[in-house]
């Protein structure tokens, strides 16, 4: 699958993942928020503040998107989490890590949400 295309499916998976997090309460603080240390795809508050990871498969691929949360992504949104915080003064705030699984199935979309996902 070439870039634009993963990138056209990513989008989408990320305003799929928003409509289900508005219609549950949330309020999306920042969305594809940068720095440095890289990229939080949605920001979101529900009673604490949420750093919300959202990852988009096409059913073609045939696996779970969670399978995409590697050790090494999780460290990089450890460090790009905890420099939001810095930044915004925001150090002392109740916060977790929610991952949002979208698989795009023709043109329906199956969602999963994890929340309060664990970084090493």
């Given at each position: 699958?070439?870039?634009?295309?993963?990138?056209?499916?990513?989008?989408?998976?990320?305003?799929?993942?928003?409509?289900?997090?508005?219609?549950?309460?949330y309020?999306?603080?920042?969305?594809?928020?940068?720095?440095?240390?890289?990229?939080l795809?949605?920001?979101?508050?529900?009673r604490?503040?949420?750093?919300?990871?959202?990852?988009?498969?096409?059913?073609?691929?045939?696996?779970?998107p969670?399978?995409?949360?590697?050790?090494?992504?999780?460290?990089?949104?450890?460090?790009?989490?905890?420099?939001f915080?810095?930044r915004?003064?925001?150090?002392?705030?109740?916060?977790r890590?929610?991952f949002v699984?979208?698989?795009?199935?023709?043109?329906?979309?199956?969602?999963?949400?994890?929340?309060?996902?664990?970084i090493?």
């Open positions: 699958m070439s870039c634009p295309i993963k990138k056209k499916i990513g989008a989408e998976g990320e305003k799929i993942a928003e409509k289900y997090l508005l219609s549950r309460g309020k999306i603080l920042k969305r594809n928020w940068f720095c440095y240390a890289g990229e795809d949605i920001v979101a508050f529900n604490k503040l949420i750093f919300v990871e959202v990852k988009t498969l096409s059913r073609s691929v045939g696996e779970d969670s399978v995409m949360l590697t050790r090494r992504k999780r460290l990089k949104w450890y460090h790009t989490s905890n420099y915080l810095l915004h003064h925001l150090l002392g705030a109740d916060w890590y929610d699984g979208v698989i795009k199935d023709g043109r329906k979309y199956l969602l999963r949400h994890y929340k309060n996902i664990s090493p």
